[in-house]
């Protein structure tokens, strides 16, 4: 048999070596990666509160601003947003949510509370 060579002697703890070497390898369980968090309305909402209570506005309105695209029938996530920019001086973008979110539930608390307290707050400011 012309074709058929003997393996080396040399070859045999080479190859027991790359075999050991790779069976823990082989023999450990692949770890589960964790899951993927779930990004619901209500964590965006919630990271965009604790955003701007850091002072990272930028990343707040971002956050509560993707809360409405996500879904935009909510009217806690135009409010989220008007307190925002009520938060930073910003008045007038603040009205524009606050009757937004009057506009999808014209009951809705939150947002008549809000633009009591913008009023409230020109008056003052009106009266100085």
């Known amino acids: 048999m012309p074709y058929v060579t003997a393996m080396s002697s040399r070859a045999i703890p080479v190859l ?3 075999f050991l070497a790779a069976s823990p390898a082989l ?4 770890k589960p990666k964790p899951p993927e968090p ?10 965009a509160h604790a955003a701007a209570g850091r ?3 930028e990343l707040a309105l971002r956050l509560a601003q993707s809360a409405i695209v996500a879904d935009p029938a909510r009217p806690g996530s135009y409010v989220a947003l008007g307190d925002i ?21 014209p009951s809705e ?3 008549l509370k809000a633009l009591s307290a913008l009023e409230r707050s020109s008056t003052v400011n009106a009266a100085r």
Do not use: C, K
Not at 85 to 105: C, V
């Open 16 to 18: 027991t070596a790359l």
């Open 27 to 30: 023999a450990a369980p692949a």
């Open 38 to 47: 779930h990004v619901t309305v209500e964590s965006l909402l919630a990271d």
């Open 55 to 57: 002072g990272e506005t």
């Open 85 to 105: 920019y009520a938060g930073t001086g910003q008045a007038d973008y603040a009205r524009n949510f606050y009757d937004a979110a009057l506009g999808i539930d």
């Open 109 to 111: 608390p939150n947002a």
